[in-house]
């Protein structure tokens, strides 16, 4: 069966410093996979989608990055940090039809 | 771009009563539709979807949700809530024909069931 691991599970980190979360997915072969990020009384905003190995989409304009170095490997990354990056990061992958998700990673930043 | 509406950011009931929860989503075109839910310190997972065929679709702990088309609406539906329902629920949306698969979530509605 399919499984999705994220690392770390909570992060604080200090204003101005580089992030990097990583998300990866077992059991399951050139799935699309995504990055969101979920806000109190927000819901889920999408953050990026990635459809293959080197291949990342964007939905918004932000401190952020991510990249997909692997096939079921999925980075996000900054290379500095600003206090509105604090939030619950989760991952996802998909089957075509339906998106499976991750345990996400609580991200602090101070 | 579509939305996703959610009626209610809160709930609070007692165990029993029934539960129904209203989304409604904004988009012309043919749409997939999904309820997933979040317990308390766990991941978010799926609760039911819809893609096609019946628009009355069962899913996971007695679950159900209709989509009603001329309305844009997949409104959730519990006959008798428990205290393990106790969760976040979160409304989303993909467009059919979007080979990304990208879903457009509502804002969320958390339930609190009292004993």
């Known amino acids: 069966s399919q499984t999705i691991h994220q690392w770390p599970a909570t992060l604080v980190q200090p204003v101005g410093s580089p992030l990097s979360l990583e998300c990866t997915v077992e059991?399951?072969?050139?799935?699309?996979l995504y990055w969101y990020r979920q806000a109190a009384g927000r819901g889920l905003q999408l953050l990026f989608y990635?459809?293959?190995?080197?291949?990342i989409s964007s939905e918004v304009p932000q401190n952020l990055s991510a990249s997909r170095p692997q096939d079921r490997q999925f980075i996000l990354s900054s290379k500095k940090l600003l206090l509105s990056d604090s939030g619950f990061y989760l991952c996802?992958?998909?089957?075509?039809?339906?998106?499976?998700f991750g345990p996400g990673t609580r991200l602090l930043v101070l | 771009a579509q939305s996703v509406s959610q009626h209610n950011h809160h709930v609070i009931l007692s165990e029993a009563a029934s539960l129904e929860l209203g989304c409604n989503y904004s988009?012309?075109?043919?749409?997939?539709l999904f309820w997933y839910v979040q317990y308390p310190g766990q991941h978010l997972q799926l609760l039911l979807k819809?893609?096609?065929?019946?628009?009355l679709v069962k899913g996971i702990k007695g679950f159900e949700a209709e989509f009603i088309k001329s309305k844009f609406s997949f409104n959730l539906r519990k006959p008798s809530v428990q205290w393990s329902d106790t969760a976040e629920y979160f409304c989303?949306?993909?467009?059919?024909?979007?080979?990304?698969?990208?879903?457009?979530f509502g804002a969320g509605t958390q339930v609190v069931v009292t004993p």
């Open positions: 996802a992958w998909s089957d075509q039809e339906t998106q499976y």
């Open positions: 988009y012309g075109g043919t749409v997939n």
């Open positions: 819809y893609f096609s065929g019946d628009p």
């Open positions: 990635s459809v293959g190995i080197g291949q």
């Open positions: 059991g399951t072969s050139n799935p699309n």
């Open positions: 989303a949306v993909k467009v059919a024909t979007d080979s990304w698969g990208k879903l457009q």
